[in-house]
Each structure stands twice: as C-alpha cells, then as structure tokens.
C-alpha cells in the first residue's frame, strides 16, 4: 500500500464539541489565526449562485455551502459501516426496516441572523425536497409524511431506506424562516444564512471568501479566513498546490510523488482511500458485441488491472482483485461464501476457450469472429482531457486485441458525453463511476438494477448499460429492503453470482476520495494516521475537518 494511501481504522469525533476547547479536533476557542486557508477547485468561473441545494450552484461546486449549511449527522466515508457522529441532530433512530427516521434536533443551536434552529427547519428542508422534484436526487418519490413534535422529527418513507441512511445523515439543511417564501429551484441564496462555521464574505465568478461565524454553536474555528479558488482545469490547480498558491482541493495529478510531493515533502500530502466507490467499464448489453455474455465474461479475463492501476492511476486509484468487484477492506465482510478469496487474473487462454466454447472463431488474420460470422469490433469512449480514464482504454484495448477483437479508443466532447453519450446508452462501452454508500448496493444497484433500466434512447439515471436480470432486481430489492442479516446475505449470493458469471459490466478499480494539502499554514487534516474523515473539501465533513485544524507551529 502507498503511503498516500490512509489506513484502516477511524477516529469517531466527540458529538456537540466541535470547535470548543475541550473538542475532538483539539481547537476553537481561542483567536482565529490570520493565516489564509485556500481552497482550489478546477471548475472554471462561477456564476454568482449559492443556492446549496441547487446542483450545479458555485457554492456546491467550489464547496463553500458546506462550511455556511451543515448536514444531519457526520459519517465517515472512507469507514462507511462506523457509527455516524451527531451534529445538528442530537441522533437519528430507525425502525427495523428502514421506513422511519425519528430525528432529534439539536439545542442551542442559531442561525447565523440570531433566529433559533429548530426542528421545524429540519422537517421544512426535508418537506422542501419532497415537493420539488429538482431538489431530490436522493428520494425521488419516497418520502411519505413528514412531522414535527418537540424537537423531533419523523420522516415516513414508502420503501426501506437501510442503504440509503447516510444520504439522509447528509442533507444540507436551510432555514425555514427564509426558505419558505423563495422559489428553492431559483433562489440565488445571496446572504448565505446558515448554521455553520463560515459566513460568506466576498464573491468573485474566480474567487470567494468566507469569515468566521462569531455565534457558531461549536465555538470559534481556529482557520481565520477561507479563500475558495476556481482554475480552469486540472493543470491550472495542480500549478496552485504545487506553488502554494492553494492549500487544499482534489484533482487527479499523475505521478503526484513527483508532481506535487516531491516540491516540500515536509508539507505537501496527498491522501485517499476506503469507501464502495468504484469505476466500472459499462458495457451496453443492448448491442454487439456485449449484447453476449459470452464475450462479457471473456473481455473481463484479459482486462489487466494491475497494468491499468499502476500505469493510468499511478496507484491513486487502488487495484480490484476480488472476482466480486468490492474494493477491499471496505467489502470483505459482503463477499459471498463461494467467491471468498476469488481474484481477477489475466487469462488470455482461459478467455479464448470460453469464447471457443460460445462459438466464436478466428479467421486467417487471427481475427476474432463472432457466431454469426462477423468480425468483433467495438469502441471505447470517454471525454477528451480525463487522461486516467483514457489511459485505461487504452490499456482495456490491447486486453482485447489478446483475443483479436478489434478496439478503438474516441475521446469525447465532454458535455455530449454527459448529456448524450451516458445517459441515452449512446456507446458500447465507456468508464463511468458508482455511488459509495454504507454498503454494496449502490456500486451493484449501479451496474445491474432493474429498476434502473429504461430502453435505449431514453435518459438512464443508472444501470447505463441496460443490463436485465429480475434475479438480480428482485435480490436488490431484497437486500434494499431487508430487517436482518441472513436475508441481505443470501440476497448479495444472488448478486454476486450474477455479477461473476454474466458480467454485466468491469469494475476497473476503486474510487477512494483523494485529495492534496499544504501543512504549511495549518495542520490537522485527514491523514494515513488520523483518517477520521473523507478529505475533500467538498462535502458536509468540511465543518468536521476545519474543527480539527490547528494553525502550523
């Protein structure tokens, strides 16, 4: 394992203490330093939008709603079966199937214009998201009723919910007594009221600032001024962390130990790792040549990962090897009895005897022909510029050449490839990432669901290579929905089975959250030692992790 890479075993943040003397992170209280924390993001100039619960709003893209609005509960997602930790709920307790949260708020809380949170603006955030279609990417369709009595809220759902509690930990909550009168959809969010620990100072479309809240419920952070950053690409940001002209952000940077490390390996880190997420090779079982499992299955034998991990991710993005996809440690304990110990290797001839098997044939150039007599060909795509993904193409398509498939790798335009080419299943196979999640359902529910599946030419939310197994729907469902063990245990047998022998997709590697920082103004964030949190900047746990820092001695 690189050292870049944390390690297992997560620290769980005293619940109330946030920022006070006595806190987990071991700051607040005293003077905020007058050093500048800069936070980079490669997102090009924003339009002058903090809505933060409007996709696409530069306060969501840069991350700075998440130091103004906080979130239910904070989860690490780099450990995502550990206990969630309590933040503007004092706790979150479920029924045994999943279809109701009673949440209880937590006292002395403000908003950041002295009006008291309460409970109401917790059930008014979740009722905001029930009404508007726009805003609930993470329920569509299942909240049912919503209440308030005291400073609890019940949230009903119409189906069970165990394998999506942390989306609901995670929601941003706002105030009712400013929501309530605003369209969410277009409100443009320009004073920022919010619990957190920063109030928006200045907005530039190239650069914000944020000041500390005076009133903020966790105490005083110890990071005097944010400073949010937008470059235009990937270069532009690498260029700032490597000068230090930002201190903290995430982009892909290949050969990062000498790209970036190396310029003050004293200060400079890099750090990643745990969760579900994976990148999968969707292959659209619609059309030739993956409308056969036969070829599928035989793709999957002479796709080499170790090759692609070491040489397109330059081991930030960590190797499969269980034949089951699950990024390990994170899945061990999901990994079915007869899979257990099971690991993807290259085998070039086992994958030409299957295909023999399946009736495909070689013609006098070595070509390989399907059973109806024509020559395999195929083309992998994925926009222009994402050189990890392209490399790995790359590395997939000589994998395939092995067999005497003919390959070719298409970069795309960007944004066809996120608003034609994925979701109308306009491709025979591309790279595209899962959800992460508490569990293994979203990265299969991703590839494999059912549910998910709508024809080709219709927008697909997931399941983008329309693969159809109600075995595997049914399963999911079960798993989804189940109260106990044994039944999501004999569920994931059924998926994984599914996922081994019809191959549906590839999952290529895992996606662990990775992100770069600078220890020369502050210390204290997400490290291989201390990996108590996702070390991006760009979610709920930006509250957790400014808790934590401490200005460099």
Not at 24 to 31: L, N, R, T, V, W
Not at 174 to 195: C, K, L, R, S, Y
Not at 510 to 519: E, F, G, L, N, W
Request: overall charge negative; some cysteine.
């Amino acid at each position: 394992m690189r050292k870049s890479i944390l390690a297992a075993g997560a620290l769980v943040v005293a619940a109330g203490l946030a920022f006070t003397g006595c806190s987990a992170g071991g700051g607040g209280g005293g003077d905020a330093s007058n050093k500048v924390l800069t936070i980079g993001m490669p997102n090009g100039p924003q339009a002058p939008n903090q809505n933060p619960l409007a996709t696409g709003s530069a306060s969501l893209s840069l991350g700075y709603a998440y130091v103004v609005y906080e979130s239910l509960m904070q989860i690490n997602e780099l450990h995502p079966t550990d206990d969630p930790t309590p933040w503007l709920a004092e706790s979150v307790e479920w029924n045994d199937d999943s279809t109701q949260a009673i949440i209880t708020a937590r006292d002395g809380v403000k908003w950041s214009d002295g009006e008291d949170f309460t409970a109401d603006d917790i059930a008014f955030s979740i009722q905001l998201r029930k009404d508007t279609p726009e805003l609930n990417i993470d329920f569509p369709d299942q909240y049912g009723d919503i209440s308030v009595d005291g400073n609890q809220v019940t949230v009903d759902f119409t189906t069970s919910q165990y394998v999506n509690r942390d989306k609901l930990y995670k929601l941003l909550i706002v105030p009712e007594h400013i929501w309530a009168d605003v369209d969410p959809v277009q409100f443009t969010d320009d004073e920022m009221i919010g619990t957190g620990p920063y109030l928006l100072d200045q907005f530039t479309p190239q650069s914000v600032t944020m000041k500390p809240n005076p009133d903020y419920w966790g105490g005083q952070p110890k990071v005097g001024t944010l400073r949010y950053d937008t470059f235009n690409d990937n270069n532009g940001l690498t260029t700032a962390l490597t000068t230090g002209e930002a201190q903290w952000g995430w982009t892909f940077i290949p050969d990062y130990e000498n790209t970036f490390i190396a310029k003050d390996p004293e200060h400079f880190h890099q750090v990643a790792g745990g969760g579900f997420g994976v990148d999968v090779l969707y292959l659209n079982n619609e059309t030739k040549p993956f409308d056969d499992p036969a070829f599928r299955t035989a793709l999957n034998l002479v796709v080499d990962r170790a090759e692609i991990s070491e040489k397109a991710g330059y081991g930030v993005w960590p190797q499969i090897s269980s034949v089951t996809g699950l990024p390990q440690p994170s899945g061990d304990a999901y990994i079915a009895p007869e899979f257990d110990g099971a690991e993807l290797e290259v085998d070039v001839d086992g994958a030409k005897q299957l295909l023999t098997d399946a009736g495909y044939t070689w013609d006098s150039s070595d070509k390989l022909v399907d059973p109806d007599g024509t020559a395999v060909t195929f083309t992998l795509t994925n926009p222009a510029g994402w050189s990890d993904y392209l490399s790995a193409l790359d590395i997939i398509k000589a994998g395939a050449e092995e067999l005497g498939a003919t390959a070719t790798v298409e970069p795309a335009v960007q944004d066809t490839w996120f608003n034609d080419i994925i979701p109308f299943g306009n491709f025979q196979a591309t790279l595209h990432w899962t959800d992460g999640g508490s569990t293994p359902w979203n990265l299969y529910s991703n590839i494999m669901d059912g549910a998910s599946y709508v024809p080709l030419g219709e927008t697909a939310n997931w399941n983008f290579g329309r693969y159809q197994n109600d075995a595997v729907t049914q399963a999911l469902a079960a798993f989804k929905g189940a109260s106990d063990d044994a039944t999501r245990a004999e569920a994931m047998q059924v998926i994984q089975d599914a996922f081994v022998n019809d191959a549906p997709g590839l999952v290529i590697w895992s996606r662990p959250a990775v992100a770069q920082y600078s220890t020369v103004n502050y210390t204290g964030f997400p490290s291989e030692d201390d990996p108590y949190a996702n070390p991006q900047p760009t979610g709920p746990q930006a509250a957790l992790i400014l808790s934590k820092l401490e200005p460099t001695k």
